[in-house]
């Protein structure tokens, strides 16, 4: 069966550093990946999506940057975090059928 | 573009019946989503129907679509105070590969 995994699970850095956050997929090959942010106001914001190695869509504008070094891994970054990339960070996966599973999340604080 | 809207709180009581209705722009999507997210977890894929059908039951869920009126809801049956969360609707266009989900309705049950 196929399970996907987010670390860390919290995470609190100062403004100005930098960040990593990591989600891998078992169990699937050439899987959808998406990374989201919800913040406090419980909406869902797409801010990126892989449909394979090495190719990332970009949905929003910002200091954030997706990298997908391994078919079943995808990572979020930044070089220098801001107050507003606080939030609840979700990474998914999906078939070809487009529903979508999601890793349980980071939570995300910047001070 | 896609938009997909839902009332942001519905309160009920335990042992009755929920409806949380859903209303999305795009006439073409081609399955339509129920998401369901408990405090500080990640989304979970609660059941999805395809727009040819008008009706899909799961056990205690029952969704209804009305392609016309691009109306989608959740009923769940004998709604438990474990029942209580955040429920998203979500729908796929087709020929992409991400969703447009709503902005999630709060479903407080009550002793």
């Known amino acids: 069966s196929q399970t996907i995994h987010q670390w860390p699970a919290t995470l609190v850095q100062p403004v100005g550093s930098p960040l990593s956050l990591e989600c891998t997929v078992e169990?699937?090959?050439?899987?959808?990946l998406y990374w989201y942010r919800q913040a406090a106001g419980r909406g869902l914001q797409l801010l990126f999506y892989?449909?394979?190695?090495?190719?990332i869509s970009s949905e929003v504008p910002q200091n954030l940057s997706a990298s997908r070094p391994q078919d079943r891994q995808f990572i979020l970054s930044s070089k220098k975090l801001l107050l507003s990339d606080s939030g609840f960070y979700l990474c998914?996966?999906?078939?070809?059928?487009?529903?979508?599973?999601f890793g349980p999340g980071t939570r995300l604080t910047v001070t | 573009g896609e938009d997909v809207e839902q009332s942001l709180f519905l309160s009920v009581r335990e042992g009755d019946s929920s409806v949380i209705n859903c209303t999305y722009t795009?006439?073409?999507?081609?399955?339509l989503y129920w998401y369901k997210q408990e405090p500080g977890a990640g989304l979970q894929l609660l059941t999805y129907?395809?727009?040819?059908?008008d009706m899909k039951q799961d056990q205690r869920l029952t969704v209804l679509l009305n392609k016309k009126d691009k109306h989608l809801s959740l009923r769940i049956a004998d709604t438990q105070t474990g029942d209580s969360a955040i429920y998203f609707c979500?729908?796929?266009?087709?020929?992409?590969?991400?969703?447009?989900f709503g902005k999630g309705t709060m479903l407080l049950v009550s002793p």
């Open positions: 998914a996966w999906s078939t070809v059928l487009y529903e979508q599973y």
């Open positions: 169990g699937t090959s050439n899987p959808n």
């Open positions: 892989s449909v394979g190695i090495g190719q």
């Open positions: 795009d006439s073409s999507s081609t399955y």
């Open positions: 129907i395809f727009s040819n059908m």
């Open positions: 979500a729908e796929s266009p087709p020929g992409y590969s991400t969703l447009t």
